[in-house]
């Protein structure tokens, strides 16, 4: 269940976050996801380099398609919690960097393992001047039951960006959040900068089909 989970959840949010082109402001935050997770999740289901686990179209897939809408400096900084106050402004940027990168590693992993799975969207609960919203789906798979998936969303001057996701109830940045103040807690910031660079060393010394497990 756990190795389900997070081909899913990596699977599935490089599926919602892709597309060619920035967004229009006014696009609602559903219609965004919906849009691009068609284009995603076709590339890597066509692309026979993608799927044999060839690294550098992978990263190049995640660099282009996915990057662009996802807020990492928020991300960071609500996984970081009331640590993130007291970093330096260089503190903070290089862990942002780092997290971007583990994440990175982690999602682009999954692509290759994309196969059959489509992707089912909820209505929209939202107002019109809401400026955070949810979008919830839920990922259909061949075989057992099908994976909620749902993002928090908040409006930027670019358009929408995803800063959160939960899969089968569980979010993301709380995930990361516990093990985060727990290695501040004894080694401080810098600790914990060091800890995930050297995890993303060894995420980039392995094949791109194993950097998922």
Do not use: C
């Amino acid at each position: 269940m756990k190795l389900l989970k997070q081909l899913i959840s990596a699977a599935a949010m490089a599926l919602a976050f892709g597309a060619q082109a920035a967004a229009p402001a006014a696009e609602a935050p559903d219609a965004l996801v919906k849009r691009i997770s068609q284009e995603v999740i076709d590339t890597a289901k066509s692309d026979k380099e993608i799927q044999a686990g060839n690294q550098k179209r992978v990263m190049d897939l995640v660099e282009s398609k996915i990057l662009p809408y996802v807020d990492f400096q928020r991300m960071t900084a609500l996984a970081a919690g009331r640590y993130w106050r007291d970093a330096s402004p260089e503190q903070q940027k290089q862990l942002a960097a780092e997290f971007r990168t583990l994440l990175v590693f982690t999602y682009s992993g999954a692509l290759s393992q994309i196969k059959n799975e489509t992707v089912e969207f909820k209505p929209l609960r939202a107002d019109p001047g809401d400026t955070e919203v949810e979008v919830r789906s839920q990922v259909n798979v061949a075989r057992g039951e099908p994976v909620v998936l749902n993002y928090r969303v908040a409006k930027a001057p670019t358009g929408w960006k995803i800063y959160d996701i939960n899969v089968l109830g569980a979010w993301l940045v709380e995930t990361y959040k516990g093990s985060f103040a727990s290695e501040i807690s004894k080694s401080g910031i810098d600790g914990l900068i060091k800890t995930l660079s050297e995890k993303n060393k060894k995420l980039a010394s392995r094949p791109a089909k194993t950097n998922a497990k």
